[in-house]
């Protein structure tokens, strides 16, 4: 069974870092890419970054570019989000997401991320 | 970017009835590869988004086939037929053509 279960909720305030971690189980993790969507409170899904199975590539959303890293450790199934210069906006349930062609076929249960001073 | 737009933005159905959720794209989806990446997705209240089709109208594994999907180009449509309770809660549509990766603003299923 495919099991994807984030890690590193919490509180923060602006202008500060954070990282979230995903741990993937269930199918070979470093076959695949890996993404990272975000849903603001009662907002629909924005997908802000994809990371190919190998790490050679790596894409992100224009909202998130230049202050947000994704990446992978393949040998402990584990994808992470690294996040600086957070802002009110950034306030958010992230989820990671396996990929499967461009399509998301499996989604973590999500973890709350808030930023407010 | 292309901008998905997802009509009607919500829906109320009797269980048993049909739906249909249309999603249009500011863009083709075709991709160079002659592939369209058009997904459904289904959000149940308080859970994780679900695939539901890829490929436009490929069911994903263990999806009834009471959801059906269709389209080319720009416009594309989710049926939904013999609604039942479990099917309640927000759509989206996504396209995998391009990057940035969108989704349509979503479309919630309620009851009537």
């Known amino acids: 069974e495919v099991q994807l279960v984030e890690s590193g909720e919490g509180l923060v305030q602006p202008g500060s870092s954070m990282k979230l971690s995903c741990v993937a189980s269930?199918?070979?993790?470093?076959?695949?890419?890996m993404n990272w969507i975000r849903q603001a409170p009662k907002k629909g899904l924005e997908w802000i970054a994809l990371?190919?199975?190998?790490?050679?590539?790596?894409y992100y959303a224009d909202s998130v570019k230049g202050r947000f890293t994704i990446s992978r450790d393949n040998s402990k199934n584990t994808l992470y989000l690294e996040m600086n210069s957070l802002r009110s906006e950034d306030t958010a349930m992230y989820y990671c997401?396996?990929?499967?062609?461009?399509?998301?076929?499996?989604w973590g249960q999500g973890v709350m991320v808030t930023v407010s001073s | 970017d292309v901008v998905m737009t997802q009509t009607p933005v919500s829906l109320s159905v009797s269980l048993g009835g049909q739906v249909s959720i249309s999603c249009r794209s500011s863009?083709?989806?075709?991709?160079?590869?002659?592939?369209?990446?058009l997904s459904w997705y289904l959000q149940k209240p308080g859970q994780s988004p679900q695939l539901l089709i890829y490929?436009?109208?490929n069911r994903f594994s263990g999806i009834s086939d009471r959801f059906s999907g269709s389209g080319s180009g720009t416009d594309f449509t989710l049926k939904i037929s013999r609604v039942e309770p479990d099917d309640l809660g927000v759509y989206y549509c996504?396209?995998?053509?391009?990057?940035?990766?969108?989704f349509g603003g979503g479309t919630k299923l309620e009851l009537k």
């Open positions: 990371i190919y199975y190998d790490s050679s590539s790596k």
């Open positions: 996504g396209q995998g053509t391009q990057y940035p990766r969108t």
């Open positions: 269930g199918f070979t993790f470093s076959n695949y890419g």
């Open positions: 997401a396996k990929q499967d062609g461009p399509a998301f076929d499996y």
């Open positions: 490929k436009v109208s």
């Open positions: 863009q083709s989806l075709v991709h160079n590869n002659g592939n369209t990446y």
